[in-house]
């Protein structure tokens, strides 16, 4: 069994700064595609950020040049650095991550509990 544990989000203004991070731990052997989804009331579930095992990654067009997604393997965490938050950023946060564990055949997708961002204008 794998266990995510969120850190970061809560209240920032317009303008300011956050930084989430995800760490997973338990029976892992490796793990590959680590993902951040949000998703505001009333809306769906939407893919944020994404950093593949080889460092590749990509942005939603509402979050390029203002979030940077990083990963530390050695640390299972993956980590959402936001700058220049606006209003519409508010949501929970998800962090999403496969992981190849001990005993199974293939990679199962985790989530974590998701943590509230809200930003005030």
């Known amino acids: 069994q794998v266990q995510l544990v969120g850190s970061g989000g809560g209240l920032v203004q317009a303008g300011g700064s956050l930084r989430l991070s995800c760490a997973a731990s338990g029976s892992i052997l490796s793990i590959n595609t680590m993902d951040w989804y949000r998703q505001a009331p009333g809306t769906q579930r939407e893919l944020v950020a994404s950093?593949?095992?080889?460092?590749?990654?990509y942005y939603a067009d509402s979050v390029k040049g203002r979030f940077t997604i990083s990963r530390d393997d050695a640390k299972n965490t993956v980590v959402l650095q936001m700058n220049s938050l606006k209003p519409e950023d508010t949501a929970v946060y998800y962090c999403?991550?496969?992981?190849?564990?001990?005993?199974?055949?293939?990679?199962?997708?985790?989530w974590g509990q998701g943590t509230q961002v809200t930003v005030s204008s």
């Open positions: 950093i593949t095992r080889g460092g590749s990654t």
């Open positions: 999403n991550i496969d992981v190849f564990e001990r005993g199974r055949y293939a990679y199962t997708s985790y």
